[in-house]
C-alpha cells in the first residue's frame, strides 16, 4: 500500500557529509510526522531526528548541530543532511513515515534501510 524508499547512504571519511533521502509512495492522502532512525551493529534503533508536517523538528542530542532534518510535502519526501560525520554514526539508517491512507485508515511504515559508513 505504501512504500518507503531510502538512498543517499554509503562511505564517507570522518568529517564529511552525506545527504539521505526518502520517499514515500502509494495509497497516501497525507503523512504526519517523518523521521529518521539508526541501529548501529549490536545496538538497539535509536532516533535520529523527527520532523512534522508543519516542519517541527526534533533532534538526538548526539546530532545536534551537525545533522538537518527537513522534508518537502509535495514530493512525500524527507531528507537528512548529516555534517561533520563522526565513526560512531556508522549505522543503517531507516526513514519512518505516519501515513495517512486514501481509503480511512493510518499506517506507521518503514524504510528497508540504508547503510552509512564514517571511517576514522
Known amino acids: 500500500q505504501v512504500q518507503l524508499v531510502e538512498s543517499g547512504g554509503g562511505l564517507v571519511q570522518a568529517g564529511g557529509s552525506l545527504r539521505l533521502s526518502c520517499a514515500a509512495s502509494g495509497s497516501i492522502f497525507s503523512i504526519n510526522a517523518m523521521g529518521w532512525y539508526r541501529q548501529a551493529p549490536g545496538k538497539q534503533r535509536e532516533l535520529v531526528a523527527t520532523i512534522t508536517s508543519g516542519g517541527s523538528t526534533n533532534y538526538a542530542d548526539s546530532v545536534k548541530g551537525r545533522f538537518t532534518i527537513s522534508r518537502d510535502n509535495a514530493k512525500n519526501t524527507v531528507y537528512l543532511q548529516m555534517s561533520s560525520l563522526k565513526p560512531e554514526d556508522t549505522a543503517v539508517y531507516y526513514c519512518?513515515?505516519?501515513?495517512?491512507?486514501?481509503?480511512?485508515?493510518?499506517?506507521?511504515?518503514w524504510g528497508q534501510g540504508t547503510l552509512v559508513t564514517v571511517s576514522s
Open positions: 519512518n513515515a505516519g501515513v495517512r491512507l486514501v481509503v480511512v485508515g493510518y499506517l506507521e511504515v
